[in-house]
């Protein structure tokens, strides 16, 4: 665990802390930095929470060259925060950023940004247990392009909201439906990478789904179309005894961070975890599934329909493999279990 301090002192924001969704609250800062194409990111600086101007050409408004990333900020029960391995957001903004051609902060330079955006509005990091503070990270292509090229200006931007759960379920069981037609990602685009477009791309699918009772979708990869690649945003995991299974990365899937560290948990508890082709036929018989994703952390799923079929988990409840990998990781997360893997970094 590493340690930084501050010595702003500060009053928790006038909010419903007990009431908090997964929503944009505008909170009192967000973190700038620009660079032009070709050279380095430079120094940037905090600038109060507005809306920000760009040119009708910028290249992320045209041509969609933008990424993001997401993290969260825990308040402990003695006051200090906690951030949860955002070296590995930086490493990926960094592997997202060579994808599309685009320059991008060091690992440094995302981690400071990070922190001195958290200690500007630590004000509206969550009391512990109430929630936490999301941080999202943004990198575009802000210069103005007409023809299809790299733009010629990126800029780095992180704001942060107080949240609290991402689906209303909570830790309660989520629903899906597996689709068989609409596909998130192909070999060889862009699904490996946090780029805009793969979110824009999953609404459609997504909103179908909702309007007929399901929380979320499911997706199968493209060539086959029988093999699990991964929900809209979030990693999806097949319990089976002791044997946890979940989609190998590769190239297509997103290098989830709480997957990652889920994986690591997981096995340090003994379990079985295998990173391999998942056939949709191997739902039909799990102990239990769930999700994973920063902002879910983990979501047990309590049921999915495929052709038509119905399966249900753990009698609709948490599934105890679920809950016990979700415990240990937000105990990590929250600084209520001993940091032995040291992935957090601890702010005063």
Known sequence: MVGLTSDVSYELADIDWDSLGFGIIPTDYMYIMKCLRGQKFSKGELQPYRNIELSPSAGVLNYGQGLFEGLKAYR?????????????????????????????????????????????????????????????????????????????????LIYVSPVGNYFKEGLAPINLIVETEVHRASPGGTGGVKTIGNYASVLKAQSEAKAKG?????????????????????????????????????????????????????????????????????????????????????????SITYHGRRVAYANDGVGVVSQQLYS???GLQMGLREDKMNWTVELQ
């Not at 999806?236 to 989830?256: D, E, R």
């Open 76 to 156: 402990k029960q003695d006051g200090n925060i906690l951030l949860f391995r955002p070296e590995e957001n930086a490493l990926r903004m960094r592997m997202g950023a060579e994808r599309m051609c685009m320059t991008s902060p060091t690992v440094e330079q995302f981690v400071d940004a990070v922190t001195a955006t958290v200690l500007a509005n630590k004000r509206w990091i969550p009391p512990h247990g109430k929630g936490s503070l999301y941080i999202r990270p943004l990198l575009m292509g802000s210069g103005g392009v007409l023809g299809l090229a790299p733009s010629p200006e990126y800029t780095f």
């Open 214 to 302: 399901y929380t979320d979708v499911l997706y199968l990869d493209c060539v086959n179309k029988r093999y699990l690649e991964e929900v809209s945003s979030c990693n999806i995991f097949v319990v089976k005894g002791n044997i946890i299974s979940t989609p190998a990365i590769k190239g297509t899937i997103l290098p989830g961070i709480t997957r990652k560290s889920i994986i690591d948990v997981a096995r340090s508890q003994g379990f079985q975890v295998e990173e391999r082709h998942v056939a949709v036929e191997e739902l039909l018989d799990a102990d239990e599934v769930f999700c994973t994703g920063t902002a879910v952390v983990i979501s047990p799923v309590g």
């Open 328 to 330: 240990e990781l937000t």
